[in-house]
């Protein structure tokens, strides 16, 4: 899933990423990669602002606007009468975000 383009506040500071790959396994959407031992931030706006990966790097390497996130994903499958589409759980879990 796609969320707004260029709208996404996640910013990285690679100065301070060890390459620990904490931001990798918790990100639900796959936003992260590591390459040459730093992480890197493959698709900016696959991001939704849940603040699992800031909330899980020591080093101060990450940094975002956390929003409502889940809560989202919760209230859009209410509206839409479906499952949560965070990709939290299920087929499409990817990670540990909450
Ligand atoms: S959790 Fe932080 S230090 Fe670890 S790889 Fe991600 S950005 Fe780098
Ligand atoms: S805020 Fe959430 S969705 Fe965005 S990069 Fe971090 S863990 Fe992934």
Not at 10 to 28: M, N, Q, T, Y
Not at 46 to 52: L, Q, T, Y
Request: negative net charge; hydrophobic residues 35%; proline residues 3%.
């Amino acid at each position: 899933m796609k969320y707004l383009s260029n709208t996404v506040s996640l910013e990285i500071f690679p100065e301070h990423c060890i390459g620990c790959g904490s931001c990798v396994e918790v990100c639900p959407h796959g936003v992260f990669a590591i390459e040459n031992k730093k992480a890197v931030i493959l698709d900016k706006d696959r991001c939704m602002e849940c603040g699992a990966c800031v909330g899980n790097c020591a080093f101060g390497a990450l940094t975002v606007n956390k929003g409502v996130g889940c809560a989202a994903a919760v209230i859009n499958s209410i509206i839409s009468g479906g499952e949560p589409s965070c990709d939290c759980s299920g087929e499409n879990k990817t990670g540990n975000c909450c």
